[in-house]
């Protein structure tokens, strides 16, 4: 089993930047890179959308069309934890944004931003772009 805590979250004006980490902790053997992990945010009255991903590895990315060129994703398997920088945020950006991680995924590229692909979610961290 795994347990994700986001944080990082806040109140930023436009154009600014935040980074927001989720951090993995195991309640048996498993360790972070056996998982994929993808960050997904739901904006008021919106559903949950895919933002990234990053593969087990960190050999594959991907992004949102709509955050791509402003947000990186990173990941740290040594410290169990991964990391959305954001850039020239967008009031549109704002929402919970919730990590999640998926065991082992077949096919990762073609999967990613499916919610019910994913074995572990976090609680959230709020994202506020706002003047």
């Known amino acids: 089993q795994l347990q994700l805590v986001e944080s990082g979250g806040g109140l930023v004006q436009p154009g600014g930047s935040l980074r927001v980490s989720c951090a993995a902790s195991a309640f048996t053997l498993d360790t972070l890179d056996y998982y994929a992990i993808a960050w997904f945010r739901q904006a008021p009255g919106k559903e949950r959308e895919g933002v990234s991903c990053i593969s087990r590895s960190g050999s594959y990315i991907d992004y949102a069309d709509s955050v791509k060129g402003r947000f990186t994703i990173s990941r740290d398997n040594a410290k169990n934890t991964v990391y959305l920088q954001m850039n020239s945020l967008k009031p549109e950006d704002t929402g919970v944004y919730y990590c999640?991680?998926?065991?082992?995924?077949?096919?990762?590229?073609?999967?990613?931003?499916?919610?019910?692909?994913?074995?572990?979610w976090g609680q959230g961290t709020q994202v506020t772009v706002s003047a």
């Open positions: 999640a991680a998926v065991y082992f995924p077949r096919r990762y590229s073609s999967i990613w931003d499916r919610e019910d692909e994913y074995d572990y």
